[in-house]
């Protein structure tokens, strides 16, 4: 056991002999940190969709430092090969127990340790004691075996490469997956991004794998959009680099040549915006039919992409924007596609929100009325915004930007009526709200939103508190230039729960929406972060950006 040195003694009795009689403490010269008290076998139980709500309790005995003064643990894990020079937090307590659910334990390994869903990984535990924030002591070492779980697919990871991307399991020992890779870029396939068991790399001859970190890595000489094939059961790889375009009676080529479509780095996705005819519409790469996909339903304009003689059905002559999907990264966790209808694609159904905060003392039609949008797939029944209401005031909801549609007051609290008399909605403090409306059963909820912050292992308060962002009342979005870690990014109002996003899909711009995920920053540095809750323009979506700066 580490013990404190006379030094350390004399050098906190200086300090507590400045303090008040009654508040003086003794430090014996003999001080011992905590020593841990949960197995192995406790620590290392298996992580499964099943079990994810059950708890895990890790025990240890106290240090002794021979004060009465309050001493703070700290419990820390990281991959056994990096010995604690990336340590993650699972939290602090002043007690010699600390419980978490092993869907938080999970959460820990797979988002911040960065270990492979699905594979053995070889962890270790310590405890770090402190007075104050002073005289820390370190426990013992607890190593122990876990596998980490997620609805992800199986993977391997090309280590090497600047951002490790994944490709996943198709079948036994068999992982396909489409990455963006440099000139020259070398990598070796590996079972995990964190401290992998078992790397693959370049074989004997072209395109065979052999095992071994001194076995030479595998290149590519012309930058982009590769196919993926691995077989670690044969030890073979194939690489097939793609570009993609549109294909069918729909298209201007028809059958005979493939309409262009652009990648798009920012989304990691193929795209192109262009006008489509009634007929048939597949997806090939090379303009060739070598690599083809098709829809796994003929009528359906998003769905998942197969290999089949299928092709999607265009009712409609318009312009469309088509969007195809390779990453597999998040669910469905299939290659997707998306085709929109440009015409399709306009302004959700409004509510308008007039007040004595407007000029007018309340007029629906005059431009300083604010709106809110309804929500997809609610039948334009229930309705959403952020806006900043200068009150004290009164607002009410209308259908239409006049009063004589359909218009809703106040029926009590929350609750609405559709009586063009009803009394206005009370609201006594000026400030940013969330508004939230249900015009089929008539109610309403306002939300103050005092601020918006980013939270997570990337942030400079991890998981405890936020960072806050600053409101930008001309552009009404939120942001911040901060340093962030590599780890998790989400956001989250008022430093609580309550109200908080996520991103749709993994990217560092996007779609906000309710979801346990995080944004996964892979680079530190200083970031600018921006959040937008406008809804004013297509996609008609909450959003945000994250943009590493120079």
């Known amino acids: 056991m580490k013990r404190l040195s006379i030094l350390l003694y004399s050098l906190l009795f200086l300090l507590t002999a400045c303090e008040k009689d009654e508040t003086r403490v003794q430090l014996t010269a003999d001080a011992t940190p905590a020593v841990i008290t949960t197995n192995e076998t406790e620590l290392s139980q298996p992580i499964n969709a099943e079990n994810l709500d059950d708890q895990l309790d890790i025990r240890w005995e106290k240090a002794a430092y021979g004060v009465t003064t309050e001493v703070t643990y700290t419990l820390e894990v990281d991959a056994a090969c990096r010995d604690f020079t990336q340590p993650v937090a699972l939290g602090s307590t002043s007690r010699n127990t600390f419980a978490l659910t092993l ?35 370190t426990s013992d070492v607890r190593t122990f075996t876990i596998t980490p779980w997620s609805e992800q697919p199986l993977a391997l990871w090309l280590a090497g490469g600047e951002s490790a991307p994944a490709i996943y399991a198709t079948d036994d020992d068999q992982y396909e997956g489409y990455v963006y890779l440099q000139s020259n870029q070398s990598f070796r ?42 077989d670690i059961n044969d030890l073979t790889y194939q690489l097939t680099k793609t570009d993609w375009g549109l294909i069918g009676t729909a ?41 083809n996909y098709g829809p796994a339903s003929s009528d359906a304009l998003t769905g998942a992409l197969v290999q089949t003689d299928a092709a999607i059905n265009i009712h409609s002559p318009a312009n469309y924007t088509i969007v195809l999907d390779f990453n597999r990264g998040a669910a469905p966790y299939h290659y997707t596609y998306q085709v929109i209808r440009n015409a399709d694609v306009g302004t959700p159904a409004t509510l308008w929100i007039p007040g004595g905060y407007q000029a007018s003392g309340g007029d629906p039609s005059q431009p300083d009325a604010l709106t809110i949008y309804a929500l997809p797939g609610t039948n334009d029944k229930i309705f959403e915004g952020y806006v900043s209401i200068a009150g004290p005031t009164w607002i009410k909801f209308t259908s239409a930007p006049d009063w004589g549609h359909m218009n809703y007051g106040s029926a009590g609290e929350n609750a609405l009526s559709v009586d063009g008399a009803a009394a206005g909605i009370d609201v006594p403090l000026a400030g940013y ?20 912050g980013l939270i997570g292992t990337a942030t400079p308060g991890s998981w405890d508190s936020s960072t806050p962002m600053a409101y930008d009342a001309t552009s009404k979005t939120w942001s911040k230039t901060v340093n962030l870690v590599n780890g998790a990014l989400k956001f989250r109002a008022n430093n609580g729960w309550d109200i908080n996003y996520g991103p749709a899909s993994d990217q560092l711009q996007g779609t906000l929406t309710s979801t346990d995920a995080a944004i996964s920053i892979s680079e530190p540095g200083s970031y600018t972060v921006r959040v937008d809750f406008t809804r004013s323009t297509a996609p008609y979506r909450y959003t945000y950006t994250v943009i590493k700066n120079p």
Request: aromatic share 10%.
């Open 433 to 452: 709200y969330r508004v939230q409306v249900n015009i089929e059963a008539l109610t309403y909820r306002l939300d103050k939103i005092d601020s918006w």
């Open 103 to 137: 869907s938080e334990l999970n959460a820990k390994l797979v988002s911040d340790l960065k270990l492979a869903p699905h594979r053995e990984a070889t962890v270790q535990l310590r405890i770090t004691s402190a007075l104050n924030g002073k005289f820390p002591q």
């Open 189 to 230: 396939f590996a079972e995990s991004p964190t401290c992998p068991k078992t790397t693959y790399s370049q074989g004997a001859s072209a395109g065979t794998l052999a095992t071994g970190e001194n076995a030479q890595t595998i290149t590519v000489a012309e930058e982009g959009y590769y196919k993926v094939n691995t």
């Open 251 to 291: 298209t201007a080529g028809g059958w005979n040549s493939s309409t262009e479509m652009t990648y798009d780095e920012a989304t990691r996705t193929w795209r192109v915006t262009t006008d489509l005819n009634s007929g048939a519409l597949k997806f090939r790469a090379n303009n060739a039919w070598d690599l």
